[in-house]
């Protein structure tokens, strides 16, 4: 069973990015995008690529991230 870690810092996003691990992102306590990976981040924005062509912008304020892991 996959385990959930919060993502808040920046060494936290730069691990799940070096890593590869799959993100789940959540925004008003729903659900809105998954099994992504990190790309690229900044102080205001992740990018999370989940396939060839598919890339999703969030606020790092107004969402919630979480590394999943097995």
């Known amino acids: 069973m996959?385990?959930?870690r919060r993502?808040?810092?920046d060494a936290d996003f730069q691990e799940a990015m070096t890593l590869k691990h799959k993100i789940r992102?959540?925004?008003d306590n729903h659900q809105i995008d998954s099994g992504g990976?990190?790309?690229?981040f900044d102080?205001?924005?992740i990018v999370?690529?989940?396939s060839v062509s598919e890339l999703a912008y969030h606020s790092r304020t107004e969402c919630e991230?979480?590394?999943l892991r097995k």
């Open 7 to 9: 993502l808040e810092t």
């Open 25 to 27: 992102v959540f925004k």
């Open 2 to 4: 996959p385990t959930q």
């Open 43 to 45: 102080e205001k924005t």
């Open 65 to 67: 991230l979480f590394e």
């Open 48 to 50: 999370v690529q989940s």
């Open 37 to 40: 990976i990190i790309i690229r």
